[in-house]
């Protein structure tokens, strides 16, 4: 089965806290791609990262950060210092290598609320 | 310049109607999809087409038809449109196989069914 599972609906945090947002995914395939989105108020869905079954490393890209666990399979995303306009709906996604067909699977999303 | 454009963004109609949503998309992609998010913020993918070729089609009312003219455009025809239809529609294109290439997603189109 394919899935990903994120457990958090909704998460309020102050600004400045930092915050984890969950992600656990099933998959049978070796290869394979996982995806985080944002979708702000606004409603668009915005690219934040993919990774690769192959690459583990962790990635920074300024206040975030991701921490990719093949053994726990986890895709896990903090914010750092959060601020007001980290508030928005994160989704989780992932892509299977097998069958190339471009499938993305998303997570239920968690809805993050940053209080100023 | 918009990477994936969808029109309408808003889209109000009534039950019984038949209506299409557009989606262009100018980033050289030679896949693009249908997804669709309903009111709990769900996000399921509809249809896909590589190439012109229809390669995924999930379990969807076939009132659902999409048809892609091109590998740029992809439309999305709905007929006789019921209350449930109502959600947001996103359009999204790739690279088939994805490797380092962007999997993009249009603005999204807000259908509501009265």
């Known amino acids: 089965a394919q899935k990903v599972t994120q457990a958090q609906t909704e998460i309020s945090v102050v600004e400045k806290e930092d915050v984890t947002l969950d992600c656990v995914y099933e998959?049978?395939?070796?290869?394979?791609?996982l995806f985080w989105y944002k979708q702000p108020p606004s409603g668009e869905l915005v690219f934040l990262i993919r990774?690769?079954?192959?690459?583990?490393q962790n990635e920074i890209s300024g206040r975030y950060s991701w921490n990719f666990q093949k053994s726990t399979s986890s895709f896990n995303f903090t914010i750092t210092a959060s601020q007001v306009v980290d508030s928005a709906v994160y989704f989780c996604?992932?892509?299977?290598?097998?069958?190339?067909?471009?499938?993305?699977?998303f997570g239920q999303g968690t809805t993050l609320q940053v209080k100023p | 310049d918009t990477a994936v454009s969808q029109t309408p963004k808003y889209l109000v109609t009534q039950m019984g109607n038949d209506k299409s949503i557009k989606c262009e998309q100018n980033?050289?992609?030679?896949?693009m999809y249908w997804y669709k998010q309903d009111s709990k913020k769900f996000l399921k993918i509809m249809f896909s087409?590589?190439?012109?070729?229809?390669?995924i089609n999930e379990t969807v009312p076939n009132r659902f038809s999409p048809k892609s003219p091109d590998k740029a455009h992809l439309n999305l025809h709905i007929n006789s449109l019921e209350l449930g239809d109502s959600a947001v529609y996103f359009c999204?294109?790739?690279?088939?196989?994805?490797?380092?290439?962007?999997?993009?997603f249009g603005s999204g189109t807000r259908l509501t069914v009265v």
């Open positions: 990774r690769n079954s192959f690459d583990e």
């Open positions: 087409y590589n190439n012109k070729e229809l390669i």
């Open positions: 996604a992932l892509l299977n290598g097998s069958g190339n067909t471009g499938k993305l699977i």
């Open positions: 980033l050289g992609h030679d896949t």
């Open positions: 998959t049978r395939d070796t290869t394979y791609y």
């Open positions: 999204a294109s790739s690279f088939r196989g994805v490797t380092n290439y962007g999997y993009t």
